[in-house]
């Protein structure tokens, strides 16, 4: 049984979790100093100063401060991570369901620093990726830091409207630019929803929305966008935010569908085949879920509407390339050597069909 930790804080930390809305991420900076919160329909980041101890057998949790970011990088905010504790990287997913709403785009920025009183903050970011051909981002939505070094960065992206999943080398020497990128996962993913990597970066799990399962791949260096999943976890209605354990021996998954989180366990050192939950622990009371239930029809439709206009915009460009194809026939057929040597012909055919339809008129009128 998984016991609720309950916090401390002054009213303007309070004011601020109170103020976050829907939220959509949650992350632990490196140093487990600094806890940050994606504010969905706010176009918000709220970073709060955390203060973690232990005291005879009880976890004691304290929100001493914070800062809150405002910015126009900041479009729906759906996914979040530290690549250190004063630099953050957001996956903005955009307005997918309006062809004017806001542009789809990861974001880097740094981090002001806290501050007892949570005030917000105007910031721009470091470095912007947009949601294009080149970057492979396709409403990203959720994002996991892999791996920092001194020089670069390895980052994951969870691409909603695209159904993969992206790798991406960041340059840190040049404040986050993209040194590359490529689809990682893109087979049976169907709206992926959620990333983890485990801390060895053995495994990756991804929350794979419509099929309602999280699929694991071992991260081997034969992993491509081909590739099968090793193992899938089921009894899953909406599979949302994941992590795994510090020892990477579990795995915790929130259900965007139900009140509930659902923890898998591995086998001693692999999590290939098929798991069920070792144990589903119910996460808020009736009350506050039926509060809920606007908010996960919302989803629902937003995600089906995405579906849509995924279908509507694959069936645009096929017609679009059958146009297209046409035209290049009918120029190929123009300019060839069979179409000038009977153009003389065509022309007399016109001609013939002009005097034809004269003498018809002709007689049509004097009768």
Same mark, same amino acid.
């Given at each position: ?19 976050l809305g829907r939220t ?8 487990? !100093?600094?806890?940050a919160v994606a504010s ?16 005879? %057998? ?94 670069? %960065? ?7 409207? %695209? ?13 986050? /630019? ?61 599979? +949302? ?31 290939? %085949?098929?798991? +069920?939950?070792?144990?589903?622990v119910r996460i808020m ?45 009918? +120029? /190929? ?6 179409? !000038? ?15 034809? !339809? ?5 007689? +049509?009128?004097?009768?």
């Amino acid at each position: 049984m998984l016991v609720e930790i309950r916090y401390t804080a002054q009213q303007s930390v309070t004011d601020a979790v109170g103020s976050l809305g829907r939220t959509e991420d949650v992350r632990f900076s490196p140093s487990n !100093r600094r806890l940050a919160v994606a504010s969905y329909y706010r176009n918000r980041i709220v970073v709060f100063d955390i203060d973690i101890a232990s005291s005879s %057998g009880a976890t004691q949790v304290a929100l001493t401060g914070g800062v809150e970011l405002s910015s126009p990088a900041l479009q729906l905010p759906h996914g979040l991570d530290f690549i250190d504790d004063n630099t953050l990287i957001v996956t903005s997913r955009g307005s997918e369901a309006r062809v004017d709403g806001p542009a789809a785009n990861v974001a880097l920025f740094k981090l002001p620093p806290g501050e007892e009183i949570v005030r917000t903050h105007e910031v721009l970011p470091i470095a912007r990726w947009p949601a294009n051909g080149t970057t492979l981002l396709n409403a990203p939505g959720s994002v996991a830091v892999t791996r920092v070094k001194e020089d670069v %960065g390895e980052v994951l992206i969870c691409n909603n409207y %695209g159904d993969t999943v992206t790798r991406h080398l960041l340059d840190r020497a040049t404040g986050g /630019a993209i040194r590359n990128s490529e689809i990682l996962l893109h087979k049976y993913l169907n709206i992926p929803d959620g990333v983890s990597v485990s801390p060895d970066r053995r495994w990756i799990a991804v929350s794979n929305h419509t099929t309602h399962n999280v699929l694991l791949y071992e991260n081997s260096p034969a992993l491509n966008s081909d590739a099968k999943p090793d193992g899938i976890l089921r009894c899953v209605d909406c599979p +949302h935010g994941l992590r795994f354990s510090a020892d990477a021996r579990h795995l915790f998954v929130a259900d965007a569908g139900a009140p509930y989180l659902h923890i898998y366990a591995q086998d001693p050192d692999q999590w290939r %085949g098929v798991r +069920h939950p070792l144990a589903t622990v119910r996460i808020m009371d009736e009350a506050v879920f039926q509060r809920r239930e606007k908010r996960i029809l919302s989803i629902s439709h937003e995600l089906s509407l995405m579906q849509e206009i995924r279908m509507m915009a694959e069936t645009a460009m096929e017609s679009v390339m059958e146009t297209n194809a046409l035209q290049n026939s009918l +120029h /190929a057929l123009q300019n060839s050597r069979s179409w !000038r040597i009977t153009a003389p012909l065509r022309r007399l055919k016109s001609i013939f069909r002009r005097l034809h !339809r004269k003498r018809k008129s002709s007689h +049509h009128v004097t009768g």
